[in-house]
């Protein structure tokens, strides 16, 4: 009894082996007198220990077959040590987070959104290591009002967020228009007349619809007009074309 509450509580999910074991034992044992009107209980505590498996016939006078039944339990509960010592000596499991798998093959992964209690998408974010350049456009873009719509399921998005990098997209203003995104603005994006992503809206009252490469966005932008501003665009390889350039 204590060694199967001891791995009860090293293994969680031992407790159901443990009711399959009783359940097959227990059929088995009505098998030997189906006709016999059987009452089979197993107590659990509120704990999720054993306490107390009953097995009982309403006759209680002992049959031809009380002995094989017998035989049958003394077998089953002979081989639970064993079985205890075999998961015991099992390998800890090394299986990766589910959201980690679903940010790296999807691109995005569910959370519980506080405001409204609602399941909702989150981007996945950024791997690439941005350039000194890069964040010095982030955040003169930030300063100038400039904003990106997106949706946390296009894969232009998430290929325009690798082009700035994770250090760089920080200062990057993101417009979430999926009404399952996560802090989803789709009111403004309709306001704004966004109708694929990504799209650009500049502080100099320039857009621009689809993903760009970083020294296009420092054209469009401006950013290139200030004095003694420079951008080398071969500083921003890496990261792979997908073809095409915008979701619908």
């Not at 791997?127 to 456009?137: F, I, N, P, Y």
């Not at 904003?147 to 990057?172: D, I, S």
Request: hydrophobic content about 40%; overall charge positive; glycine content about 8%.
């Amino acid at each position: 009894h204590i060694l199967i509450n001891k791995m009860i509580q090293r293994f969680p999910s031992f407790l159901f082996l443990i009711r399959i074991c009783l359940w097959v034992s227990l059929r088995q044992v009505a098998s030997f007198n189906p006709n016999l009107p059987w009452r089979r209980k197993a107590v659990f505590s509120r704990a999720g220990n054993v306490c107390l498996v009953q097995m009982s016939s309403q006759d209680e006078t002992p049959d031809r077959n009380f002995f094989q039944r017998r035989n049958v339990l003394r077998r089953v509960f002979a081989d639970a040590p064993s079985m205890l010592m075999a998961l015991g000596n099992l390998p800890a499991a090394n299986a990766a987070p589910p959201f980690a798998i679903m940010a790296e093959e999807m691109g995005y992964f569910p959370v519980m959104d506080e405001r409204t209690d609602q399941t909702v998408m989150v981007p996945a974010k950024a791997k690439r290591e941005s350039t000194e350049q890069a964040v010095a456009l982030a955040k003169y873009l930030q300063s100038t009002g400039a904003k990106m719509y997106g949706a946390f399921w296009c894969p232009h998005c998430q290929r325009q967020k690798e082009l700035f990098g994770k250090e760089a997209w920080k200062y990057v203003t993101y417009v979430e228009c999926s009404p399952k995104g996560f802090r989803s603005e789709f009111a403004q994006c309709i306001d704004k007349g966004v109708d694929g992503y990504p799209t650009w809206k500049f502080g100099n009252g320039k857009s621009q619809g689809g993903e760009m490469e970083l020294i296009d966005i420092a054209k469009t932008s401006g950013y290139l007009r200030k004095k003694g501003v420079k951008f080398d665009a071969n500083l921003e390889g890496g990261v792979p074309p997908l073809g095409g350039g915008s979701c619908q």
